[in-house]
């Protein structure tokens, strides 16, 4: 029945969803909620890697999204909704996550562009793994404290 009125509703909206985007038991998605409880919108979220998907964690939980979906989940907070991860139990949604616009940010994965940007589709660059490392590296540096480097953690 969900799936018939999401389908439905995309329909009015003129926008065309394709049978691996509707939900089924054992989906997770990224919910957006009015202040009243209502369905805003929604992204999906992988348990396994997917093209164009990055590794994050939600309160735990590892999961792959798109860095678009995590812009997002930005923006609605921006515009004062709720956004959750919730699952699919077949016979409702269950939340697994409240409040994920707290557990990843664009910075966590290396983007510097604005959420509008990344969200839309926008031009970014998204940066290698290797970029990723140097971008966490990069946030250490410049920190008082000890200025000679040693080989290890542990020496002196």
């Known amino acids: 029945m969900r799936a018939m009125i999401a389908s439905l509703w995309l329909a009015l909206l003129g926008v065309s969803a394709s049978a691996e985007d509707m939900p089924v038991p054992g989906d997770f998605f990224l919910i957006s909620r009015q202040a009243d409880g209502t369905f805003s919108g929604s992204h999906k979220v992988l348990e396994k ?6 590794a994050v964690s939600y309160c735990g939980r590892k999961l792959w999204v798109r860095p678009s979906t995590v812009a997002w989940t930005h923006m609605e907070v921006e515009n004062r909704r709720r956004v959750a991860l919730e699952f699919n139990a077949g016979k409702g949604w269950r939340p697994l996550c409240a409040e994920a616009q707290n557990q990843v940010r664009l910075a966590d994965l290396g983007i510097e562009a604005d959420n509008f940007i990344v969200a839309n589709g926008g031009s970014y660059k998204q940066p290698t793994v290797e970029n990723r490392f140097k971008h966490i590296s990069k946030q250490f540096q410049g920190k008082t ?8 953690y542990h020496s002196r």
């Open 49 to 54: 890697p997917g093209e164009g998907y990055v």
């Open 145 to 152: 404290g000890k200025t000679e480097k040693s080989s290890t």
